[in-house]
């Protein structure tokens, strides 16, 4: 398994933990991270810098809880990392339970994420959401 699968699989363990601290360590100063989705889901945006991304973790920590990340296909090609799996959770405001597929692209540089994009299905969130 390339070195590169290896760093985003620590970063999901650091999540996994709840260590903020850890997955910023992976992450590269200038790093563009993106979260495709609508304005009612405050994870959803467009960050540059690694001490703007805090505001997607924010916003999970407040609207879900329970939540559990199951990434279990990996696809490296250079410095190019593909992810697949299914994310869960519940809504706080809600109470209901989100069960949506996750695709998650990372570009590294130097060993740190320089890029990364989120995909789900955001149309499931929000009718959880409602």
């Known amino acids: 398994m390339s070195q590169n699968v290896e760093l985003i699989k620590a970063m999901y363990a650091a999540y996994a933990k709840g260590d903020l601290a850890d997955i910023m360590n992976h992450m590269a100063d200038d790093v563009q991270w993106t979260s495709e989705g609508v304005k009612a889901m405050s994870w959803a945006?467009?960050?540059k810098g690694?001490?703007?991304?805090v505001a997607f973790f924010e916003g999970l920590q407040k609207d879900l809880e329970d939540s559990h990340l199951d990434m279990n296909v990996f696809?490296?090609?250079?410095?190019k990392v593909a992810a697949f799996g299914r994310y869960?959770?519940?809504?706080r405001k809600t109470g209901k339970h989100v069960d949506t597929p996750v695709a998650h692209y990372f570009r590294l540089k130097d060993g740190k994420v320089a890029?990364?994009?989120?995909?789900?299905?955001?149309?499931?969130?929000?009718?959880?959401?409602?």
């Open 50 to 53: 690694k001490q703007n991304t």
């Open 88 to 91: 869960k959770a519940k809504v």
């Open 115 to 130: 890029e990364y994009r989120n995909f789900t299905n955001s149309a499931a969130i929000v009718e959880a959401m409602s």
């Open 45 to 47: 945006g467009s960050w």
């Open 75 to 79: 696809v490296a090609e250079g410095d």
